[in-house]
């Protein structure tokens, strides 16, 4: 595979002689420069070429689950974990903020709770968790994590 780059000269001059004053050569730092940016590509190519494999567990599979439980039931996102021992944690993580994103959509499905001191009838202060605990809860990927999800509307 060929790949052309074209810098300009101010800037290639500028990259000379910061190499210079470092003792590298440009040569040197072109050749390190390249092969590194070759390996980036092909590594890249490889992940575009590769079919992604189908989700272990679904967002589906969450409100189904949910919709047979009591309205408000609070569900422990660990216990329903287990409920899905095949699927994978990426997965269920991807599923559960999934299906509450279905709930803000459409009002009534369900809603998920952070880990707050509301539960600290079932775990101690959040402070007070060991890193590997919070492996059991859901990350939102903003620094939070969902410890509960419930069903919303009216038993029927």
């Given at each position: 595979?060929n790949?052309s780059?074209?810098?300009?000269d101010?800037?290639y001059h500028e990259?000379?002689a910061?190499?210079s004053?470092m003792g590298?050569?440009?040569?040197d730092c072109a050749?390190?420069?390249f092969?590194?940016f070759?390996?980036?590509?092909t ?6 070429h590769?079919v992604?494999?189908?989700?272990t567990?679904t967002?589906?599979d969450?409100?189904?689950?949910v ?10 996102l ?7 021992p ?7 993580d ?15 499905k ?5 880990l ?5 009838n079932k775990l101690?202060h959040?402070?007070?968790l060991?890193e590997s605990?919070?492996e059991?809860f859901v990350?939102d990927?903003?620094g ?11 038993n029927?």
């Amino acid at each position: 595979m060929n790949i052309s780059i074209s810098i300009t000269d101010d800037l290639y001059h500028e990259i000379t002689a910061i190499a210079s004053r470092m003792g590298i050569s440009i040569s040197d730092c072109a050749e390190d420069a390249f092969s590194t940016f070759a390996d980036t590509v092909t590594k890249c190519l490889e992940r575009a070429h590769t079919v992604p494999a189908e989700p272990t567990i679904t967002v589906e599979d969450i409100l189904n689950f949910v919709a047979t439980q009591p309205v408000s039931a609070p569900i422990w996102l660990p216990d329903l974990r287990h409920e899905f021992p095949e699927a994978t944690k990426e997965d269920f993580d991807m599923a559960v903020i999934g299906a509450a994103k279905v709930g803000e959509i459409e009002p009534g499905k369900v809603s998920l709770h952070r880990l707050t001191t509301k539960y600290k009838n079932k775990l101690q202060h959040p402070g007070h968790l060991a890193e590997s605990e919070y492996e059991s809860f859901v990350p939102d990927g903003h620094g939070s994590y969902y410890c509960v999800i419930a069903r919303r509307g009216k038993n029927v």
